[in-house]
């Protein structure tokens, strides 16, 4: 599995303090959260802050360069949480959809839509046996 598609669709969970993101079963809407990442630059901020109120007025003039310079590291982290969710999804190659575990086919590799499992099938057939609109 990619990461790359994974970034396509998610939930951005970040706050000023750091980076989180979720991810969702397209199927069953499932989530998956990814572990929470630190933001390097509130980090340093918070390491500095002792130093004095000259480096506090400092940090608090927000440039437009200063905001695009978070941008790399919010790209870098959205790969790494994608990298972890990754681990929980797969692709169907059948449909493209991106599902959890739980609706993953492993014997046929392809998601539950596509290809329900021999118990879901079961489980469908013994519903309509007993639906007597069906009958």
């Known amino acids: 599995m990619t ?3 994974l970034m396509r669709d998610y939930e951005d969970l970040s706050t000023d303090a750091g980076f989180q993101f979720r991810f969702h079963c397209r199927r069953c809407d499932a989530a998956y959260v990814s ?3 630190p933001c390097v630059q509130e980090v340093g901020e918070v390491l500095l802050a002792p130093v004095g109120e000259l480096l506090a007025e400092v940090q608090h003039e ?3 360069e200063q905001i695009a310079e978070g941008a790399p590291e ?5 790969r790494v949480a994608a990298t972890e ?4 999804f797969h692709e169907c ?3 493209g959809e991106w599902v959890c575990d739980e609706c993953w086919n492993s014997a046929i590799l392809q998601c539950e839509k596509c290809a329900p ?3 879901d099938e079961h ?5 309509a046996a007993g639906d007597p609109a069906t009958g």
């Not at 919010?74 to 959205?78: K, Q």
């Open 3 to 5: 990461p790359e598609a």
């Open 35 to 37: 572990r929470f990442q």
């Open 62 to 64: 927000t440039s437009e």
């Open 74 to 78: 919010h790209e870098s982290a959205l």
């Open 85 to 88: 969710a990754s681990e929980h």
């Open 93 to 95: 190659p059948r449909c």
């Open 117 to 119: 499992s021999e118990a």
């Open 123 to 127: 489980e469908a057939a013994v519903g």
